[in-house]
């Protein structure tokens, strides 16, 4: 079982930066997409930035340009760097691994693990 550990987060005035870093456990994380959701109060979870296995990224319109997201496979760590930030950015950021297992055990073939969340808030 993989296990996800967010942190990084805080208070920051608009137009700051922060970067999250969001940890993994086990030895699945070269071969996991990793993503970056969000939710602010009263909101569905969002989408907000994937890396693949490859190191090719997207990003929800709503942050493109802002914030890049990047891995470091020798250290099991993906982060997410956020720029320019706005009062809209702030919300809990959540970190999701989705991985392969083996069919016999999962008939999917797919696993998936969630991260209990940092909060960013941007405020002056």
């Known amino acids: 079982q993989v296990r996800l550990v967010e942190s990084g987060g805080g208070l920051v005035q608009p137009g700051g930066s922060l970067r999250l870093s969001c940890a993994a456990s086990?030895?699945?994380?070269?071969?996991?997409?990793m993503t970056w959701y969000r939710q602010a109060p009263g909101n569905q979870r969002e989408w907000v930035a994937v890396?693949?296995?490859?190191?090719?990224?997207n990003y929800a319109d709503s942050v493109k340009g802002r914030f890049t997201a990047s891995r470091d496979n020798a250290k099991n760590t993906v982060y997410l760097q956020m720029n320019s930030l706005k009062p809209e950015d702030t919300a809990v950021y959540y970190c999701?691994?989705?991985?392969?297992?083996?069919?016999?055990?999962?008939?999917?073939?797919?696993?998936?693990?969630w991260g209990q969340g940092t909060q960013v808030t941007v405020s002056s």
């Open positions: 086990g030895s699945i994380f070269s071969i996991a997409v």
């Open positions: 999701h691994a989705d991985y392969p297992v083996d069919p016999w055990v999962v008939p999917s073939g797919r696993e998936e693990t």
């Open positions: 890396i693949t296995t490859d190191g090719s990224t």
